[in-house]
């Protein structure tokens, strides 16, 4: 039982690259979600997805792209990264019907230098 | 706009004493609460969520949370640390439809030995 997995754990880039960071999950969720975790703010909300090509921004959406264009994968993308987003990132998903518990894969740390 | 408060950043206890890790809400509407862990380098866990029914729920690894709707509070509570105990502790409410959770700074919980 995979559960939810994320790919690079840890990744060191240069400021104004792109990275994206992968987030799969195996149980068929509907929901899909992208946190960042920094000391002093608790998790923040980036990007949620409800279904496969749909998303919409949670509430620190800026310098991010997401894709879903299947429902088993949510990647994020920093398109030129900032040393602000140096952070550690959080996938979780959802089931559709329930109460709206979610889970978290194990996290990226990111590096920008 | 739902939100949770955790008043206290961090928590001591001595082990074998009971703990408890306070939350509070603001919410309209009934509430969904959630209580996550968070042990070092690894994503959240979660442990007990409140959706209706008893006041008093039950969770993993031992813990529980009552929730008392005239003080609007979901306090965490175990009745004997233990060391193992010690994490990081994250309160969540359910923001509307949509799945998305909102959660609150943490609270860091350290039992001594």
């Known amino acids: 039982d995979a559960g939810i997995t994320q790919s690079p754990r840890y990744k060191i880039t240069e400021t104004g690259r792109q990275v994206t960071l992968m987030c799969h999950q195996t149980?068929?969720?509907?929901?899909m979600f992208w946190y960042r975790q920094d000391l002093g703010h608790g998790l923040r909300l980036i990007y949620y997805?409800?279904?496969?090509?749909?998303?919409d921004k949670g509430e620190v959406p800026d310098g991010y792209v997401v894709s879903r264009s299947k429902t088993e994968n949510f990647p994020l993308t920093l398109e030129s990264a900032t040393r602000s987003q140096t952070s550690v990132y959080f996938c979780a998903s959802s089931a559709d019907r329930g109460h709206g518990t979610q889970y978290f894969g194990p996290g990226t740390r990111l590096l920008v230098l | 706009a739902q939100s949770v408060a955790q008043p206290e950043d961090q928590v001591n206890v001595a082990e074998g004493n009971p703990l408890t890790v306070k939350c509070t809400y603001s919410?309209?509407?009934?509430?969904?609460l959630f209580w996550y862990v968070q042990y070092p380098n690894r994503g959240l866990q979660f442990l007990l969520k409140?959706?209706?029914?008893?006041?008093l729920v039950k969770g993993s690894y031992g813990f529980e949370a009552e929730f008392n709707k005239s003080k609007t509070s979901f306090h965490l509570k175990k009745p004997s640390a233990l060391v193992s105990d010690s994490a990081l502790f994250f309160c969540?409410?359910?923001?509307?439809?949509?799945?998305?959770?909102?959660f609150g700074q943490g609270t860091r919980l350290t039992i001594n030995p």
């Open positions: 997805s409800a279904a496969a090509d749909i998303t």
């Open positions: 149980w068929s969720h509907s929901y």
């Open positions: 919410v309209s509407g009934n509430p969904y």
């Open positions: 409140y959706i209706t029914g008893d006041n």
């Open positions: 969540a409410v359910r923001d509307g439809g949509a799945q998305k959770l909102v």
